[in-house]
């Protein structure tokens, strides 16, 4: 596989990247993390890029890799450890590259056997390595990411729409809220007038008893009528019996005066005389 293949390095490179102090072992063994075996296992790593591949490749786990990492006396592991990725990055840049180009070859099978292969392109890490090695001319502020002015209105024109929409329906509910306020307000306004009244019910029944029972006493001491029935508060005066609330310019009806009854109409056609 292509993460086996060990890269051929100068000596003034592999120096560079195995140039670190390794760390020590409280009780070395030879089956353990050896310096010659941490020095291989950072240039695995800067070989493939991925840990646990690595440390399988020296015969060791990952989590001893890991355990050496966060060691007290680790510090200078940990930077070769680092120097190696980034060279491991750079390696995948690389096949990232060929991939790209070159496509990835993919078997043709036919009933069920394999009879030839294909090249297949990723159109998708093609466009991610223009934009990453090219960020000016594939970039998100090249002009092949630039929208036209026209999209550009139109999308305008629809988020102002989508605020007008918005606003408009906060409107609307600002204004249902407050009429349920108001309608509350309203009938609270409405229940305490109606508790008043029923309180007072009693009390203004008392007063309009007695104010017709003073109408009726006032009457019965002035001789204006006898026994009256209570639920006639007003009855017809007698006749020729002055009213005693008579007021100047009274309009009285056909048949009565100041003095009550008027006396009848002669019979016949008035005869004037001089």
Known sequence: MIHNLRIVRTPAQRAKLLAFKPVPREKPRSDGWTPERQRAFVEALADCGIVSRAAKMVG?????????????????????????????VQRLSDLAFERAIEGVPVPVYYQGQVVGERRWFDNRLLMYVLRHNDPDRYGTGSPAYRLSPATVAKLRAEWEQERLMAESAKRKSRHKDLSARLEGLYQNILAREQAEWERAAPERERKEREAHEARLAERAAVGLFGPVDPLNLRPPLPPHIPSPH??????WPRGWGPQGRLPPEPDGPAIRTF
Not at 60 to 88: C, I, K, N
Not at 246 to 251: L, Y
């Open 246 to 251: 008579a007021k100047p310019g009274h309009e």
């Open 60 to 88: 060791m786990s990952s989590e001893g890799a890991y355990a050496l990492r966060r060691h007290p006396h680790g510090r200078s592991f940990s930077d070769a450890w680092t120097r190696a990725q980034d060279v491991g």
